[in-house]
């Protein structure tokens, strides 16, 4: 039963994550990606083209996997989510240092466009034409731009993660160690596999899941209206109030399973300590919600300055 107002925080505290179901989904996901790898090698076209399939989709669970690791919400032993990220961030191409501090961030500031990290490039400022057109072109034709950009600029872009983090000299240490030790293992790989296997096996995958994480991502809170600090002290917003800046992307319910209800992002932004393969219960509509059936058409639709610049307050665009 669904109610219509929100639980407290203190009555879900039950919800805790088990180290079984830990162990389950990444190991799932590493099979799948096993399998995947076996498949891609192949020459027959058809086994070539399902291996990338299956790799598509589990790169984009490593990516869900690499969101539970940075919460502490995957398995109940707290020491388990360090390694598992270190493994979920190479797969995601993201690393796990610097997402488990800037998603941190984006939880405590969302709400305030300004203030958010993975925000603050959307705010309001003169726009150049070529970036317009770059970001129309892209947006029209499933070129996955966003999903990339939202990679390097976030938790690639050392000077920027140094700026952010400049009082913690411990937490820039570990960006830094991190991305090193990153890069050498995709190096590595390119120089003891070589590059075209590398790309035939990886490559059409690669480009399948940022395609497909375009659509997550920018689903959840772009062309949502926020506030704007602009350089005045205020208050972030509590978890329970996130609710209004925050949009839920309904996918079928066996794929929400899947990918462990990452596509409920009201629920988790109000719950943050719930596991996200426990989030279906939690008993609360969420207001947002709306089918990808009907957002992605229509948020396809607009063009995607429109879409990505804007809100639909200043758009007319419901979506």
Not at 103 to 110: G, P
Not at 232 to 242: C, D, G, I, M, T
């Amino acid at each position: 039963m669904r109610a219509d107002t929100p639980p407290r925080s203190a009555d879900l505290y039950h919800l805790k994550p088990g180290n079984l179901s830990g162990i389950l989904v990444v190991g799932g996901t590493l099979a799948a990606t096993v399998a995947a790898g076996w498949l891609s090698s192949h020459d027959a076209v058809f086994l070539w083209a399902l291996g990338q399939v299956v790799l598509a989709a589990a790169l984009v669970e490593w990516f869900v996997v690499l969101h539970e690791c940075g919460h502490d919400t995957l398995f109940r032993t707290h020491a388990l989510h360090r390694p598992a990220g270190y493994v979920a961030g190479f797969f995601a191409v993201i690393p796990f240092e610097c997402w488990r501090r800037i998603h941190a961030r984006h939880h405590r500031w969302t709400g305030w466009q300004d203030l958010d990290p993975t925000t603050v490039s959307l705010t309001p400022r003169p726009r150049s034409r070529f970036e317009r057109w770059a970001v129309n072109v892209c947006w029209k034709w499933w070129i996955p731009l966003f999903s990339t950009v939202y990679r390097v600029d976030n938790f690639w872009n050392m000077p920027r993660l140094m700026q952010l983090f400049r009082s913690d000299r411990r937490a820039r240490r570990n960006f830094i160690t991190n991305a090193v030790a990153q890069t050498a293992t995709y190096v590595a790989v390119v120089l003891l596999v070589g590059p075209m296997p590398v790309a035939r096996t990886v490559g059409v995958a690669l480009v399948l899941a940022l395609m497909a994480e375009d659509v997550l991502l920018l689903s959840q809170h772009t062309h949502v209206p926020m506030g704007l600090s602009q350089g005045r002290v205020v208050e972030p917003y509590r978890a329970l109030a996130q609710e209004p800046f925050t949009r839920s992307l309904r996918l079928p319910p066996w794929l929400s399973r899947i990918c462990l209800h990452f596509d409920a992002h009201e629920l988790h932004h109000m719950y943050p300590f719930v596991p996200g393969y426990r989030l279906n219960e939690v008993p609360y509509a969420a207001a947002n919600e709306v089918s990808w059936r009907e957002w992605v058409p229509a948020a396809r639709a607009i063009p995607g300055d429109v879409f990505l610049f804007q809100n639909r307050n200043e758009s007319g665009f419901d979506v």
